[in-house]
């Protein structure tokens, strides 16, 4: 695969991460695709690259990553970021009250290209702090402490945020295909 | 308007409603169609008849009903559903905690045929309950007050729903549109 993967997202945030991850150069293009209403970021994934790939022509990428509160069933999930941007990362705390503070992130990295569309899934279990902890990463970084570590994602080094995401584990699982 | 129109959805609760509003015979039909990720009623409404009317070929509406707490921003409002099966109505009142309980009802019926799509809104103010009460009606009625009642939708009679609801509100609108 010599051709150039194009990520559709507008956060550089993500084409940095991602690019580390896989281990090769993204570019990117911010296109306005609807995204379908469900907690799953799977599904999101597969028909956003698909639309993507009408439009862009080329090899396109597409990652969601949602994070979900196991006492809120599959929320927010997908849905994340419409909680992210409507009551912040210490609103979500604020919601969860006492419940079970158990809770998980998902990426999946919906790939197309004139061949069709693969998904990569990653999952991490993990807890949510008493409240927001750490400056660097970005999303909900600073609500979700991994399984194995007592720090945030934002309270980590790239190098150690990479160690333990669901990102990093579903990137592994692409680049297999990048190799072949 | 002579010919018949097919309300989209599984749920006869809106079926019956609608018909009752609207004061015409509604057929309806269950087609599983992608919602879009938005909190805003207005925008599933229309992309979704616009999609049910390339499948059904027929005048199709749909209705589209959110519910927004003040206090959590634009949420869930059209993502209401998620909420109500993934954590349920007592499980949003706990999740509000000692918020402010100002909310809005939102419904917009989204309407295509031939001719392409109108869409009708409704909204009515109100307050979300310490508890979820009554047994009547359905999705968020048990939690969600209007303004000029003291009872939750869930507390009413038919009759007495339709006076406060924004379906109500959005069914007057469309009604017009039926007459001419």
Partial sequence: MNQTITLITGNLNKVRELSRLLNIELSNEKINLPEIQTTDVAEV???????????VKKPVLVDDTGLTIRAWGELPGALIRWFIDNVGNAG???????????????TALG?????????FNGMVDGTIPEKPRGENGFGFDAIFIPKGSEK?????????????????????????????
């Fill in 92 to 106: 979500i705390v604020g919601m969860l009250g006492d419940n079970d503070r158990a809770a998980f992130a998902a």
């Fill in 111 to 119: 790939y197309c290209d004139e061949n069709g569309s693969r998904v």
């Fill in 45 to 55: 994934a597969k028909v956003k690259a698909e639309a993507a790939y009408k439009i």
């Fill in 152 to 180: 945030t994602f934002a309270e980590m080094t790239s190098d150690e945020k990479d160690s333990f995401s669901s990102r990093a584990i579903a990137a592994a699982k692409m680049r297999e295909l990048l190799k072949n």
